[in-house]
Antibody, heavy 121, light 106 residues
Framework: QITLKESGPTLVKPTQTLTLTCTFS??????????VGWIRQPPGKALEWLAL???????RYSPSLKSRLTITKDTSKNQVVLTMTDMDPVDTATYYC?????????????WGQGTLVTVSS | SYELTQPPSVSVSPGQTASITCSGD??????VCWYQQKPGQSPVLVIY???KRPSGIPERFSGSNSGNTVTLTISGTQAMDEADYYC?????????FGGGTKLTVL
């Protein structure tokens, strides 16, 4: 059974750096083809992809946010960490992590419950 | 940057067929997936590789891809299908989501 859970601060101040952790079970990020991505959703708005890391440490970033994002993995802890610098109120959103495999070709098949991050002074 | 365009809303009567479109440049050359998201819940993958259904997804959900438009079709729509639906594709090694379509069953 694959599960993912996001954790991190619920409130950050403008200009601060956000660090979110995705802790997962039921799969290994050392298995060929497996990846974990981060997606966010501002209140009442659409999904927006942020970053993706694969079993071989290949990393992909949203072109519009690339300069602010870093994604890393700790396979021993079954965790993926996303950092986003220079937070702004427009970054207020629910942040999700999600699992994918290359067998899907496209898409994320398991999602965490999401964590709401509010950016406010 | 690549864009996927969805209608903001679609309405359907119970038992009828709902069609939700997603359009983008040369979208027919890409694989697309669809998610269902109900209020307060995480997205659920309902279609991948244009036409395939993950385990547990009802057969009334189907997908097609032709030209620059992909379509999610829900046959015999039920009240429980009322939700937001998002298409997603890859472009230049980036994940791209559509703007979402609110499906109302009334």
């Amino acid at each position: 059974q694959i599960t993912l859970k996001e954790s991190g601060p619920t409130l950050v101040k403008p200009t601060q750096t956000l660090t979110l952790t995705c802790t997962f079970s039921g799969f290994s990020l050392t298995t060929t083809g497996v990846g974990v991505g981060w997606i966010r959703q501002p209140p009442g708005k659409a999904l927006e992809w942020l970053a993706l890391i694969y079993w071989d440490d290949d990393k992909r970033y949203s072109p519009s946010l690339k300069s602010r994002l870093t994604i890393t993995k700790d396979t021993s802890k079954n965790q993926v960490v996303l950092t986003m610098t220079d937070m702004d109120p427009v970054d207020t959103a629910t942040y999700y992590c999600a699992h994918r495999t290359s067998a899907l070709v496209v898409g994320f098949d398991y999602w965490g419950q999401g964590t709401l991050v509010t950016v406010s002074s | 940057s690549y864009e996927l365009t969805q209608p903001p809303s679609v309405s359907v009567s119970p038992g009828q067929t709902a069609s939700i479109t997603c359009s983008g440049d040369k979208l027919g050359d890409k694989y697309v997936c669809w998610y269902q998201q109900k209020p307060g819940q995480s997205p659920v993958l309902v279609i991948y590789q244009d036409t395939k259904r993950p385990s547990g997804i009802p057969e009334r959900f189907s997908g097609s891809n032709s030209g620059n438009t992909v379509t999610l079709t829900i046959s015999g729509t039920q009240a429980m299908d009322e939700a937001d639906y998002y298409c997603q594709a890859w472009d230049s090694n980036s994940v791209v989501f559509g703007g979402g379509t609110k499906l109302t069953v009334l």
